[in-house]
Structures are given as structure tokens and as C-alpha cells.
């Protein structure tokens, strides 16, 4: 068991809407960073936020943002939803953002877009 | 752009049997490598992690993988597997001069029949 939680856990939504996904990160992590696994894929990396700024992104376009919190819980963002967003989001804390760090992750936010 | 390739999408084995799961890269710069697992039912969790040092690295529960530099790859290896390795294998990399991403392969599933 990890001690990073993500919420909600399923969650249905149409093209065109928002969504707001939530994670809380370990005690003691000042990291998170957010994958997104499609069926059948690896997790993909979309951006990590260390002390409330983002410290980098991947592949993905603006309508995916993100906020880290003065506690260092974490939300991801995605606008104007397409079918290919459906996925299992995944949150993962870490001690330190750096580069061999190990990854704590959260069991996922299922998302079905409609 | 990197890339992780593993080569098998699904293995099955009996128990004691040995196991040894494929993963390579591309990248031409320095690297950190991990191995991923996921249980039924649980989170990803770290089984082991290269980033400098001796090639041969060990984790937890008996597995270990070897980083070839030459050959791109980083296999993960167990003499003698056991039911309870059932589970899903993610190889991972981390271009450390692209910041702190990993870029997962696609997930190897592991199936051990007793």
C-alpha cells in the first residue's frame, strides 16, 4: 500500500465537458507527477509539479493542466474532453524530483469520455 | 523521441521455472532504468532501479536485471519464479538531460501456474 490516494476512482463523462481529477500525495513527497494509461499501453507521462510549479511536461497539449497545492496535493485538468482521453490517470508522488527517484503511485482514476 | 521496447506482451510459465522478461531502449545519452510491477489488485510499485554503479543490480523478491549499455537493454531476470509473480511488468526509462519523465514500455503480463 501506498500513501498517495486518488479521487475519484471512476467517472463518466461526454465529449466537450471538464474534468477535474484529484491526488494526495505521500507524507513527506513535495513531488507529483501525473501519467495518463491507455488499454493495453504503458503509462504515459503528462507533467510533474515540485513545490507548486510545474517541472516539466510531455506530449500532451494545453487543454491538460495542472495545480500542486501549499500541502502538496495535486490536481489534473482536462478541457474540452475527446473520446482518445479515456484512460486510467494515474498519480505518483516522490521524495525529491530528481531523476532516479522512486515512485510512489495511486491506484488511478478510470476515466470514460462518451 | 525515446522509446522502451519489451518483447513479450504476455509469458506463462510454471512455477520454479526461470524468467527472464526483455526491455530496450532508445536513447544514445545517460539513462536510468527501472522495473515496474503491478499485482492484481495493487499499485505499481518499484522492483528495482539502475542508475550508476555496478550493471547487475537486484531487487526486491529475488529479481535482478543487468544493464547492457551496448545493447540498449535492461532485462529483468529470476532464477525461480513463484504464483505469487503473477502480475504486470513495466521496463522504464529516464533520459536524465530531459528532465525527471519516465517513458514506460507497454507492460509485459506475467502468468505463473502452480
Known amino acids: 500500500e501506498t500513501g498517495v490516494t486518488q479521487s475519484p476512482t471512476h467517472l463518466i463523462k461526454t465529449r466537450g465537458q471538464q474534468v477535474t481529477l484529484r491526488c494526495s500525495s505521500q507524507?513527506?513527497?513535495?513531488?507529483v507527477s501525473w501519467y495518463q494509461q491507455a488499454l493495453g499501453q504503458g503509462p504515459q507521462f503528462i507533467f510533474q509539479y515540485y513545490r507548486e510549479e510545474e517541472n516539466g511536461r510531455g506530449n500532451f497539449p494545453p487543454r491538460f493542466s495542472g495545480l500542486q497545492f501549499p500541502n502538496y496535493s495535486s490536481e489534473l485538468n482536462v478541457n474540452a474532453l475527446e473520446l482518445d482521453d479515456s484512460a486510467l490517470y494515474l498519480c505518483?508522488?516522490?521524495?525529491?524530483?530528481?531523476?532516479?527517484?522512486?515512485?510512489?503511485f495511486g491506484s488511478g482514476t478510470q476515466l470514460s469520455v462518451l | 523521441a525515446q522509446s522502451v521496447s519489451q518483447h513479450n506482451h504476455h509469458v506463462i510459465l510454471s512455477e520454479a521455472a526461470s524468467l527472464e522478461l526483455g526491455c530496450n531502449y532508445s536513447y544514445g545519452g545517460t539513462v536510468n532504468l527501472f522495473w515496474y510491477v503491478q499485482y492484481p489488485g495493487q499499485h505499481l510499485q518499484l522492483l528495482l532501479k539502475?542508475?550508476?554503479?555496478?550493471?547487475l543490480v537486484k531487487g526486491i523478491k529475488g529479481f535482478e536485471a543487468e544493464f547492457i549499455k551496448s545493447k540498449f537493454s535492461f532485462n529483468l531476470r529470476k532464477p525461480s519464479v513463484q504464483w505469487s509473480d503473477t502480475a504486470e511488468y513495466f521496463c522504464a526509462v529516464n533520459a536524465r538531460a530531459a528532465g525527471t519523465a519516465l517513458i514506460f514500455g507497454k507492460g509485459t503480463t506475467l502468468s505463473v501456474s502452480s
Open positions: 507524507s513527506g513527497h513535495n513531488t
Open positions: 539502475y542508475f550508476s554503479g555496478d550493471p
Open positions: 505518483a508522488s516522490s521524495l525529491r524530483a530528481t531523476t532516479n527517484e522512486k515512485l510512489f
